[in-house]
């Protein structure tokens, strides 16, 4: 069965359809969405630097409190507990944008990118610095510069610490020379290369990642955010892929970030990774070519480009049912996204308490084994359709999905969810057994597990 | 064979039976076990006791002489209800329950053991180094990540999807990778009726991979509706427990869960009470899940380190290294102690607060795996633990 490319838009690269939205104007109405940059951020600048200063005093109140200072006891607990309200607050604030926005193609790239860039909560207070991240280094650079985007995820919070960049010291540094316990981590260098640029077979070896790793020691963080620690920066000369360096200024990572960022081996890289994770677990090479080539263009590394391409190319709008098992599946995510746009949800009905609240939605995201911000890798989430299309993956969406189903058949007809979900997609199997199952609520949950609602 | 259960005459005859009602004993899961494949009949439960168990209390070195001094609060004693084990060990009073498994011979120890991860002692890296196998110092790296358990399982003859099975929601990264295995929840249920269930597989029919993975989830909550097991209302230790024994108990070899709790950082005497008693539950009911089957069960719990040998400021420990594995399961070889006790006193710590570590608890692990299901031991040095050297057979299973 075709679907309508007007259909395959929202479908593919949207968030869902909505009973209270008009119908998707298609290919054209997604380049609308990316031709200015995309507004709602969650948090700003000084948000941003609260959350990073809470980190700060949380080690002392940590150290008092273990002395026997009740009062710093008591306001320990307090961050504690402020700490898990983020978390679940956080955790609301995106789905909720997901699932209400006008502009679900922005949602779909930023989370995409957020993928690239994955980082998992080590504690609750890392965690907080998450949500800065994607929303202030990730977000704004959607359609911009590819390089832009990278130094400024690298140089947040959430990822020195998460791949232990923050204590790496050179080996000749002033801090290491004091104190011989100190020395070079090379996780983050090692990541960049292998996940967030070149690629694990990329024209690097452990040469490279050990000078590389040289010159970005010295990028920690504070209370206000990145901090060049000049008393951790390793003196001496290093060479990345050829290229060398001989000062201790931050500005060395920063250009052979940039190196790194025009790379054709990044490209390539890229490219594929969007066109895997939008249009197909094997996608074609002419499409993922084209994609590289407009990737490189006149400007080097530019995201709008390469996001353009795709739209463009008419491989990227090949028929579910021709791709196969190579068509994509919802991620669980997706699936709870758009469930929660057919429904019509508002941000309020996801609250705690509510009727689409944190049990069918946060916590259902741990039950089908996507917790938010807890990837398990700095490698992201797994794009295949096997690795989630398991007997005990689907047995968690259709655990969900019966009980959402009860939700979403006590305010709306089943036939009716199951037209405004998937338009023209609704295949004929899935309307028969939604019209013929014996109670609303198993109709909607055999809608919600139905290959023509998890796959794109 | 699963083809057979597979096939249409099987399944239609399976729904037949329950459509009229069939009792458990009409198809118990235990009929699943003929159909069991290469693997055979033993079984191994990994635990995985999240949050860093205090050895010092769990199997509490009551016999050495600096024991009471490091622990002035909290120093497990017999004469406070700790069990005695050997005159130089007691078990913790919460972990009284197991005292009949070591009368009979089926629990063990290790103690002062623990994986290579060192220093940094941060739970995150450590549980990654625990289950990961990793033999770096600083904790796995890299962006693949797969667990020894999941390299063992690839190195079984005849593994299939239900070879392996992860039990609860929470992620066991010791069973991902490459070889497939099963996750499923205590309280997972597929809620539909069954002509919707009819419906579901209409539904799914329209793709293969849709079709393979319900086929399979119906078939595996069908069966946990014909042997009756009810879905756990409130995911504790005994539901995990419990659904693990059920799928050992059929086509299911390995089976693996985690609890949590351990980490015990102030007000331990209170703390670690309820996460000993649910780990006792778990045990426990694994035995009288597995019925005759326990005795071909061996079951590893263990943790990402131990804690500091001191009590600190607010009663409580903090992370350390050296640590206990515990050992429980009918194929045991008997009650022992193994590993090699490096005392208490202060120059016998590791960097002058925690236990030493005398022992790999990777060895304890891959000789497990050895003892179970004959894997060999080059393959478990090379691809289960690459760089282990499983040394001398400390001879845990029987």
Same mark, same amino acid.
């Given at each position: ?24 104007? =298609? ?190 020691? =010295? ?22 892929? =050829? ?110 308490? =509510? ?102 | ?39 055979? %009949? ?208 059929? %086509? ?147």
């Amino acid at each position: 069965m075709a679907v309508s490319r007007q259909t395959l838009a929202e479908l593919r690269f949207g968030c869902g359809f909505r009973p209270d939205r008009p119908a998707p104007a =298609g290919p054209e109405d997604l380049l609308r969405q990316i031709a200015a940059p995309p507004r709602g951020a969650l948090v700003d600048e000084a948000e941003a630097r609260r959350r990073y200063a809470i980190q700060d005093g949380f080690v002392a109140l940590r150290r008092r409190a273990k002395q026997g200072d009740a009062d710093a006891a008591r306001r320990f607990e307090q961050t504690l507990a402020e700490g898990r309200r983020m978390t679940r607050d956080d955790a609301l604030a995106r789905l909720a944008r997901a699932a209400t926005t006008p502009d679900g193609f922005v949602e779909r790239l930023h989370r995409f990118w957020c993928g690239h860039f994955a980082v998992a909560r080590r504690n609750p207070r890392h965690g907080a610095f998450i949500l800065p991240m994607q929303e202030l280094a990730i977000r704004p650079h959607l359609t911009g510069r590819f390089a832009d985007m990278l130094i400024a995820a690298t140089k947040s919070p959430a990822m020195l610490f998460y791949l232990d960049q923050s204590v790496s010291a050179g080996p000749n540094s002033r801090m290491a020379r004091r104190n011989p316990r100190r020395g070079l981590n090379e996780n983050l260098a090692r990541e960049i290369l292998e996940l967030h640029t070149l690629g694990v077979h990329g024209p690097y070896d452990q040469r490279d990642v050990r000078d590389f790793a040289r010159l970005l020691a =010295g990028w920690s963080h504070d209370a206000g955010g990145f901090r060049f620690r000049e008393n951790m920066a390793e003196p001496g000369e290093k060479t990345v892929l =050829g290229r060398r360096w001989r000062g201790m200024g931050p500005e060395g990572a920063e250009e052979a970030l940039r190196m790194l960022a025009d790379h054709p081996a990044t490209a390539r890289r890229l490219a594929f990774k969007m066109a895997r994770h939008f249009v197909s677990d094997a996608p074609p090479a002419p499409l993922v070519d084209a994609m590289a080539r407009a990737y490189a263009g006149a400007t080097g590394g530019d995201l709008g480009a390469m996001t353009r391409a795709m739209i463009a190319h008419e491989l990227a709008w090949t028929d579910r049912a021709r791709l196969g098992p190579a068509a994509k599946v919802k991620k669980p995510w997706d699936l709870v996204v758009s469930t929660l746009r057919a429904a019509g949800a508002q941000e309020a009905d996801l609250a705690p308490g =509510g009727p689409f609240g944190p049990p069918l939605t946060i916590r259902a995201l741990e039950g089908m084994g996507q917790p938010i911000d807890s990837v398990p890798g700095p490698d992201g989430w797994k794009e295949e359709a096997d690795a989630w299309i398991t007997p005990g993956g689907l047995a968690a969406r259709l655990d969900w999905a019966g009980r959402i189903g009860r939700v979403i058949a006590a305010r709306t007809d089943p036939r009716d969810f199951a037209r405004v979900a998937l338009r023209d997609a609704l295949g004929r199997e899935t309307a028969f057994a939604v019209s013929a199952a014996g109670e609303r609520w198993e109709a909607v949950a055999l809608l919600l597990v139905s290959p023509d609602f998890n796959r794109r | 064979m699963t083809e057979d259960l597979r096939s249409p005459s099987r399944r239609a005859l399976l729904r037949a039976g329950l459509a009229l009602g069939c009792s458990a004993a009409a198809f118990p899961l235990m009929s699943r076990v003929t159909f069991a494949s290469a693997p055979g %009949e033993n079984r191994l439960v990994a635990i995985v006791l999240r949050g860093a168990l205090d050895g010092l209390a769990a199997v509490a070195p009551y016999g050495d002489p600096h024991y009471r001094a490091l622990r002035p609060t909290l120093a497990v004693l017999p004469e406070n209800g700790a069990i005695d084990l050997d005159g130089r060990f007691a078990l913790h009073p919460a972990l009284a329950p197991l005292a009949p498994l070591w009368r009979r011979g089926e629990l063990a120890f290790a103690h002062a053991v623990s994986t290579p991860y060192r220093d940094k002692r941060s739970h995150f890296d450590g549980q990654d180094a625990l289950e990961t196998g990793s033999g770096a110092a600083d904790g796995p790296t890299g962006a693949r990540r797969d667990g020894w358990l999941n390299r063992a399982l690839s190195l079984m003859p005849g593994a299939e999807a239900r070879t392996a099975v992860a039990v609860g929601r929470e992620r066991m990264l010791l069973l991902e990778g490459d070889a497939p295995a099963l996750g499923w929840a205590p309280d997972g249920d597929l809620r539909l009726s069954e002509p919707a269930l009819h419906l579901l597989e209409r539904v799914l029919a329209q793709d293969p991979l849709f079709a393979e993975a319900g086929r399979e989830a119906i078939m595996i909550d069908r069966e946990l509706d014909a042997g009756g097991m009810e879905r756990a209302r409130r995911v504790d230790a005994r539901a995990l427990a419990a659904l693990a024994a059920r799928m050992l108990s059929a %086509e299911s070899r390995i089976a693996a869960f985690s609890l949590g709790g351990f980490d015990t950082h102030k007000g331990q005497a209170g703390a670690i009470r309820r996460p000993l008693e649910q780990l006792a539950e778990a045990i426990e009911a694994l035995r009288q899940g597995l019925g005759p089957n326990w005795a071909r069960t061996t079951v590893l719990c263990m943790t990402e380190f131990g804690r500091t040998a001191h009590e600190n400021g607010t009663r409580g420990t903090d992370h350390g290294t050296g640590g206990v594995m515990l050992f429980a399961g009918g194929a045991l070889s008997g009650a022992r102690a193994h590993g090699r006790w490096p005392g208490l006193a202060e120059g016998d710590l590791y960097q002058g607060r925690d236990l030493m570590p005398t022992d790999d608890l990777r060895r304890y692990a891959a000789w497990a795996l050895r003892g179970a299901f004959g894997l060999p031991r080059d393959a478990l040095e090379r691809t289960v633990f690459p760089g282990l050297d499983m040394g001398a057979d400390p001879r845990l299973l029987a």
